[in-house]
């Protein structure tokens, strides 16, 4: 190992060291936000439930601490009352799913972990909009919501729960649906210019669409970076599991505007077209969630350890996005890591949540947590991630 690469071990250990820590407060909880030092348990049903316990696979992975994986299954076997419950669930089955089922199908071959995947995969595909082909996002938030029609970017990221079920039970059904909407995604959500939209409207009876809504972006037109993350990572992913370019070159569109976005220490503002005075605030889930999919998209390039005999301008976008990935952890690590804060259960601080609602601003996010992790096991081990 090069010094270049010192940091990451470092920050493996301290990552580890911080989250057996946590481990004795939090157990089989299931955190979302760090509010003054001390991570609040949210409901199993909440679209954050999968980053704890995916973040103890990763952990016990690279570690092989049972304690870890003890409490990676407990949450997964919590997180039944939820999908035998149904009515709770949206389209974040696959976030939910992918990190806990997935990850332990993978990793202990557990059958009935199995079984819960498929099930949560049957439930997102029968969410999916057969005239205006997209993937429905929420249910309603209040009584008497109407959002049918309601798309959104975050969704990419669920995807590979599809891909999966179509490769485990040989039915491309799956994988349909997914193609479906990450070609909906092509078309109205990525602008030219690389940006995205958050929530797209379509009409749920004819499938036109109405237009972009505001949603956890300053304003419907503005870029919001956590979901030009989702994109980016979601996009590359869907060529991993598909191999369409068009999946491809809207990834590197997207990766190319995030990259030339950032400021001086590479971590991203909460939107790139806020106000300027609301520009200094970061949102590190972004550039955590950004740097791992940054990785993958340039090893899909042909970036280390893809051994092809890649073209020189792929090579050397490859090569653009994997020190884009790494300067963002690294970033992170050394400026927003939380490591000497006795008091601090979050890993990186300064992650932004919903700043169109006023919640959980300048604080620690799990996701934010679970990507950083993600990433630095990406740089440590290169092997697929469980999304893959
Ligand atoms: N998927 C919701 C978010 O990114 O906040």
Not at 30 to 35: I, K, L, M, T, Y
Not at 193 to 200: A, E, F, L, P, W
Not at 201 to 212: C, K, Y
Request: hydrophobic share 40%.
């Amino acid at each position: 190992m090069g010094n270049e690469r010192v940091w990451v071990e470092e920050a493996w250990a301290k990552s580890l060291d911080k989250t057996l820590r946590n481990t004795a407060r939090i157990g089989s909880g299931f955190p979302h936000a760090s509010q003054g030092g001390v991570y609040d348990l949210a409901e199993p049903a909440w679209w954050t439930a999968g980053f704890w316990p995916g973040m103890l696979w990763l952990l016990y992975e690279g570690s092989g601490r049972e304690e870890l994986k003890a409490l990676a299954q407990a949450c997964e076997t919590k997180l039944d009352e939820v999908l035998d419950g149904y009515v709770r669930l949206d389209h974040d089955l696959g976030f939910m799913w992918t990190l806990t089922s997935i990850a332990a199908y993978k990793l202990t071959g557990s059958e009935p972990s199995r079984i819960r995947a498929l099930k949560a995969a049957n439930y997102l595909a029968a969410r999916f909009n057969l005239k205006g082909r997209y993937i429905r996002a929420w249910n309603p938030w209040k009584e008497g919501e109407r959002n049918e029609g309601w798309a959104i970017i975050d969704c990419c990221m669920n995807l590979p729960l599809l891909f999966w079920a179509s490769r485990e039970s040989g039915d491309p059904r799956f994988a349909h649906v997914a193609e479906a909407h990450l070609d909906k995604v092509l078309h109205h959500f990525v602008r030219d210019d690389g940006s995205v939209y958050h929530i797209v409207v379509f009409d749920p009876e004819t499938g036109e669409r109405v237009g972009p809504q505001g949603g956890q972006g300053y304003a419907p037109e503005s870029a919001w970076s956590r979901g030009a993350a989702w994109a980016i990572y979601g996009l590359t992913l869907g060529f991993h599991h598909t191999g369409k370019p068009e999946y491809l070159s809207a990834a590197m569109r997207v990766a190319d505007f995030f990259l030339s976005q950032l400021p001086d220490d590479h971590v991203p503002a909460w939107d790139f077209r806020a106000p300027e005075e609301l520009r200094d605030l970061r949102d590190s889930s972004a550039g955590s969630c950004a740097a791992s999919g940054l990785l993958l998209l340039a090893e899909k390039l042909g970036g280390a350890g893809a051994g092809a005999d890649v073209g020189a301008a792929a090579a050397a976008s490859a090569a653009k996005y994997r020190e884009g990935g790494e300067r963002i952890l690294k970033s992170l690590y050394e400026n927003y890591g939380a490591w000497e804060d006795p008091v601090e259960e979050g890993l990186i601080l300064h992650g932004t949540s919903n700043y169109p609602q006023g919640t959980n601003i300048d604080v620690p996010l799990i996701y934010g947590d679970y990507f950083f992790v993600e990433g630095l096991a990406r740089l440590r081990v290169g092997r697929p991630m469980y999304w893959e």
